[in-house]
Each structure stands twice: as structure tokens, then as C-alpha cells.
């Protein structure tokens, strides 16, 4: 049950740089996405999604979001980020710092883990995005995918530190979707 988040990712129809990898049966491109800063990160996708970040240590499995109600106002509906990895060799975690580097263009921190910890060499953060609705969660109420990069920050006792860059794409139909849950919870 600790991997229970809505991640939604969709189909990516415009690739168009070479790699002979495969990823689940699909072929995998490198695609250029420019991210907070002035800087392109190339990520690796297949044309049903984005594939999860990894290096040697660590494993990217959960960047997306959920809407809820509020803890507050149970009539109000609040969008939550969610993100998750799996430690295949991390040693001593001194901190976790996940932020969204694109689409802003500066850098949103959103989770920062100064003292993580491992279940089962899984580490899992979240923070309330605010608000659901048109003027404060706009991008949810556009009629096309949005796409989000978040910037996953580890760092071990001694110094040492990893980033990994997750893509995550959010499809018309899955926002709708998180619309009408939305529209439920304001309706009560």
C-alpha cells in the first residue's frame, strides 16, 4: 500500500532522436526538455511515457499528484504532490530535496527531507500544491497535457550527492478526471 498515488503519464507522439534501447517493449528516445535556469536536460521516454529516473543507488518511482479534500475544509479540494523512490544502495540518507524545474522558470522547491527515512528502502514525501481550481491551478484546467520535470536531490553522510531528473506528463483526460473529482468535493 505505500506506492498508492495517482502518477499519470501519456503518450509522447513527437520523439525524434535515435537510441536502440528498449524499455517494456517500447523504443526509447532521448528527449531535450529545457528546465528552470536556461539549461536542457535530456530524459529518456518511450512513446506510452516517461521512464523512471534511475542511477546505481536509487530508483525515481513516484512523481505526480492527487487531489483530496482539505484536512481544514472538507468542501475544499487541495492538489497534492507526491514522490517516492526505491534505494537499491544508498548509505547513510542525509537529506532529500525534490523541486519542480519545469514548467516554471526558476527552480519551486516543494519537498525538502532533512532527516529521511528508509521503509523498507523506500523513502516517500508529499506536500499540498494548495487550492484546486481555474485560477490557482490553471495548467489542471487546460485542455492539453502538461508536462512537469522535478529535480530529485540525494544526499549521503560524507557528502555525496545524486541527482535525478523525473519527467512526468499529466494528459487531457487524466486532468479531467482529477476535474471531476474536484468538482465533487467543492459540490459535497
Do not use: C
Not at 51 to 78: H, T, W
Amino acid at each position: 500500500m505505500k506506492r498508492i498515488v495517482v502518477v499519470a503519464f501519456a503518450l509522447i507522439s513527437t520523439l525524434n532522436t535515435a537510441n536502440s534501447r528498449e524499455y517494456m517493449g517500447y523504443k526509447v528516445v532521448n528527449v531535450p526538455f529545457p528546465i528552470a535556469g536556461g539549461e536542457t536536460v535530456r530524459l529518456p521516454v518511450t512513446e506510452v511515457g516517461a521512464i523512471p529516473a534511475e542511477n546505481r543507488k536509487a530508483l525515481i518511482e513516484v512523481a505526480g499528484f492527487s487531489v483530496g479534500p482539505s484536512n481544514e475544509d472538507p468542501k475544499q479540494a487541495v492538489l497534492r504532490w507526491h514522490f517516492g523512490f526505491t534505494s537499491k544502495r544508498l548509505k547513510d540518507l542525509e537529506s532529500v530535496e525534490v523541486a519542480e524545474v519545469s514548467p516554471s522558470d526558476v527552480v519551486v522547491p516543494l519537498v525538502l527531507d532533512l532527516n529521511p527515512r528508509l521503509s523498507e528502502d523506500y523513502w516517500m514525501g508529499s506536500v499540498s500544491g494548495g487550492a484546486v481550481g481555474p485560477e490557482t491551478t490553471p495548467w489542471l484546467y487546460s485542455e492539453k497535457a502538461s508536462i512537469y520535470i522535478f529535480r530529485f536531490t540525494l544526499v549521503e553522510k560524507r557528502g555525496k550527492h545524486m541527482v535525478l531528473y523525473q519527467p512526468a506528463w499529466f494528459s487531457a483526460e487524466a486532468k479531467e478526471q482529477f476535474r471531476a473529482i474536484a468538482a465533487r468535493i467543492t459540490e459535497g
